[in-house]
């Protein structure tokens, strides 16, 4: 079993940075692959960045591409979304997850994934 918990949200201007940290419980957090995804107001819940167990690579939707960076630190059982250039488009809440059964073909999906966070409020002011 994991638990999930997103921080790091809030108010920022067009152009700003903000750095999300979801912190999970759990002895397999290292194991796992893990994602952040958003949903805006009205929209479905899209994918926006993992990472695979170790770190070593990386994934991204196009529109965050170049801005957003995933990160984890197993040794702290935290994964981070470094967010620069944020834009109003990225408006929405942010949700971590974690999956026990990611492939390289599944880690963009949200059925990949087992556990959720309660998500973290993103909102980027034009």
């Known amino acids: 079993q994991v638990q999930l918990v997103e921080s790091g949200g809030g108010l920022v201007q067009a152009g700003g940075s903000l750095r999300l940290s979801c912190a999970a419980s759990g002895r397999t957090f290292s194991s796992y692959p893990m994602g952040w995804f958003r949903q805006a107001p009205g929209k479905d819940r899209e994918f926006v960045a993992a990472?695979?167990?170790?770190?070593?690579?990386?994934y991204y939707a196009d529109s965050v591409k170049g801005r957003l960076t995933i990160s984890r630190d197993n040794a702290k059982n935290t994964v981070y979304l470094q967010m620069n250039s944020l834009k109003p488009e990225d408006t929405a809440v942010y949700y971590c997850a974690a999956s026990s059964v990611a492939t390289t073909k599944t880690i963009r999906l949200m059925r990949a994934y087992d556990y959720w966070g309660q998500g973290t409020q993103v909102t980027v002011s034009s």
């Open positions: 990472i695979n167990w170790s770190g070593g690579t990386t």
